[in-house]
């Protein structure tokens, strides 16, 4: 069965400090997509970044990095110098062609940044 | 460019009466979904519809039916509200996947509240 696990439930920093969210997922699958969304606190829901299973290279966004690790079924997510406003809830979720790719969410990371 | 749009944004109902939950796209998206978000935990599948004409049943589907009326409109139904379908939920759509990956990609809209007395 698929699952996502964001083991970590509130992470609280103070702004420019950088903070990584962990995510690590189960599929037997190999032919599958991750996925970030972050939820701020108006609850709409945006799309950060997809990587499929075949391309491990990292990837960077600004001061948003991803590390994708197949070895350790590890997607983890990466904000440089974080600001008052990256908090927000952050979500890992999984997919795959079999079943129309549904997405399997993790349970999500609450990002607080204190200033 | 509206993306997806879901009425209404907050509903009450009292146990046991009905309502439609809207949602429509207009990024001509072949496949829609269904989705409920409860505190503390990560989107759950009610339904989808891989294409115009065509629902399936996703992780948590008891208590709802949907509706694909057409390429743009997916509907939500609850026929007897309970207090556990307090909620906030989710319509998504997304492009037929094919060569390109970016086709992939579930677009959200804005959520529905929704709580039953």
């Known amino acids: 069965a698929q699952k996502v696990t964001q083991a970590q439930t509130e992470i609280s920093v103070v702004e420019k400090e950088d903070v990584t969210l962990d995510c690590v997922y189960e599929t037997r699958d190999t032919t599958y997509y991750l996925f970030w969304y972050k939820q701020p606190p108006s609850g709409e829901l945006v799309f950060l970044i997809r990587r499929n299973s075949f391309d491990e290279q990292n990837e960077i966004s600004g001061r948003y990095s991803w590390n994708f690790q197949k070895s350790t079924s590890s997607f983890n997510f990466t904000i440089t110098a974080s600001q008052v406003v990256d908090s927000a809830v952050y979500f890992c979720?999984?997919?795959?062609?079999?079943?129309?790719?549904?997405?399997?969410w993790g349970a999500g990371t609450k990002l607080i940044i204190k200033p | 460019n509206a993306g997806v749009t879901q009425t209404p944004k907050f509903q009450v109902l009292k146990t046991g009466q009905s309502m439609t939950l809207q949602c429509a796209q207009d990024m001509n998206h072949n496949s829609m979904y269904w989705y409920r978000q409860d505190p503390g935990m990560g989107l759950r599948l009610i339904y989808y519809?891989?294409?115009?004409?065509?629902?399936d049943k996703g992780e948590v589907p008891n208590g709802y039916n949907v509706s694909r009326l057409n390429k743009r409109e997916f509907s939500l139904r609850l026929e007897s509200a309970a207090p556990s379908q307090t909620s906030v939920y989710f319509c998504a759509s997304r492009p037929l996947a094919g060569g390109n990956l970016a086709k992939n990609i579930q677009y959200f809209g804005a959520g529905t509240r929704l709580s039953v007395l």
């Open positions: 979720a999984l997919s795959d062609p079999d079943s129309n790719y549904q997405l399997i």
């Open positions: 519809s891989a294409s115009e004409g065509t629902t």
